[in-house]
């Protein structure tokens, strides 16, 4: 989820310390598979929880960037000086802190640039002859909801992903790295699944409710119903696919 002000970036950050994002954060690292002694870069660093776990692995060779202001403030407070961290953006050619870095991590950035063609090419550039890409991006059209009225769920479905400029970027990215210069690439589907009343669910609802108001023909008062019904569903579980991609730089 990208933070759109300070009040959704506070809310988006609350969910890193949710279990849902734990057991992915486990995920990430086993796949990652830092060692000591390496460089790695986390682009999209949020609040910092997965910088503090690489760096107990890893030691000083954590950088992290993200572009928001309170992410990157939480991340510093939390890491104190066992990680730098950057308030900055991947876009396009230098963007990105000069490596050599053995791995780099980018986690739910490039399904929300507006261009993420010259991305890949960026993240090649940072880092050494067999380096590890990792990437975790969403497809939101698999986005699930509990309750009744699957054709109201679906419209609401729709008009979050009309606010997310590469909804299935994880099944567009494949042929953007092999451009960019890497290799070995494979996926591996992560589906997120939790309760829709509290906790990651909660605040995906919210988000979700003051984006899709005037889109897809739906009005507030729709918007708001649906979202009382989901909440009504208590511990009944949402869930949407994610995917992890790697692949080595050549």
Do not use: K, N
């Not at 609040?47 to 107990?56: I, K, R, V």
């Not at 699957?150 to 042929?175: F, K, M, Y």
């Amino acid at each position: 989820m990208l933070p759109t002000d300070a009040a959704s970036a506070r809310r988006v950050a609350g969910t890193y310390d949710t279990a849902e994002a734990a057991v992915e954060r486990e995920r990430t690292l086993a796949l990652l598979a830092a060692r000591p002694g390496e460089r790695v870069l986390v682009v999209g660093s949020g609040p910092g929880q997965l910088l503090s776990e690489l760096a107990d692995v890893v030691g000083p060779g954590v950088h992290g960037i993200d572009p928001d202001p309170v992410m990157v403030t939480l991340a510093r407070r939390r890491c104190h000086t066992r990680a730098v961290v950057e308030q900055r953006a991947l876009h396009g050619p230098g963007s990105l802190p000069d490596g050599p870095f053995d791995a780099v991590a980018c986690l739910q950035v490039l399904e929300f640039l507006p261009d993420p063609g010259p991305a890949p090419a960026e993240l090649r550039r940072v880092l050494r002859p067999g380096g590890r890409l990792l990437v975790l991006d969403t497809d939101w059209t698999s986005l699930h909801w509990p309750g009744p009225g699957q054709d109201r769920h679906h419209r609401i479905r729709d008009a979050w992903c009309s606010t997310v400029p590469r909804p299935r970027l994880p099944h567009e990215l494949g042929p953007m790295l092999r451009a960019a210069g890497f290799t070995d690439e494979w996926s591996e589907r992560a589906p997120m699944r939790g309760p829709a009343s509290h906790g990651y669910g909660a605040t995906l609802r919210e988000m979700v409710a003051a984006a899709a108001p005037g889109r897809c023909g739906l009005s507030r008062a729709d918007v708001d119903a649906w979202a009382a019904a989901v909440a009504a569903c208590g511990d009944e579980p949402f869930s949407v696919d994610r995917w992890f991609l790697g692949a080595t730089a050549a």
